[in-house]
């Protein structure tokens, strides 16, 4: 059966990836054992998808990326460049911690900008967006808007990716999609 994605020749595929349709895998990548990868995702140069890494479908992965054992990235997730995942909070050399890996989901739409570092068990809210640089060391809520280091929020974001303003009611409209959201219990859901 013939693949039905594209690996650039450098590229490295091991055995027993489950790889979806339309993905493309870019120069100098390794995409490690057990991994599933789903449709549409691009995968840039020098990408280390390590061994039962879970990617939805159109998960956009910048350079030099590390998303390493226990991460899973749904849907429509931007990874930019060089930014890193964490799979154990107290590594030493010398201290065997494989098995201890922490899990970590990125959840629905959510976009970590270039440089950034995620600390394994926070996971990140759908649609948050996590400013180029900043270190996450605790879960962020949905649609939150966080840089820093360490991390801390500053706004919330559209699922366009504009930053919201809300009126004194608790309501917000984003410019591009004109897509309405409420801010309620310090939670914010987009209504109809």
């Not at 339309?22 to 990408?47: A, L, T, Y």
Request: glycine share 10%; with cysteine.
């Amino acid at each position: 059966m013939e693949k039905q994605y594209f690996s650039h020749e450098t590229a490295i595929v091991d055995a027993g990836c489950k790889i979806e349709e339309g993905v493309r895998i870019w120069h100098f990548s390794h995409i490690m054992s057990d991994c599933i990868i789903g449709k549409n995702c691009n995968i840039g140069q020098n990408v280390v998808v390590s061994p039962g890494v879970i990617l939805g479908n159109n998960v956009k992965i910048q350079n030099n990326v590390s998303i390493y054992t226990g991460v899973e990235c749904e849907d429509d997730v931007f990874l930019g460049p060089s930014m890193v995942f964490t799979n154990v909070t107290n590594p030493r050399s010398g201290v065997n911690r494989r098995g201890q890996y922490e899990k970590t989901v990125v959840k629905k739409g959510a976009s970590i900008g270039a440089n950034a570092t995620i600390v394994c068990g926070h996971d990140i809210g759908e649609y948050a967006f996590i400013g180029a640089g900043s270190v996450v060391t605790k879960t962020i809520p949905a649609y939150a808007l966080v840089v820093g280091n360490p991390a801390r929020q500053i706004g919330w974001m559209s699922e366009f990716g504009h930053k919201l303003l809300f009126d004194d009611k608790g309501i917000a409209i984003c410019p591009e999609s004109n897509e309405k959201y409420e801010l309620k219990d310090y939670k914010v859901q987009k209504t109809l």
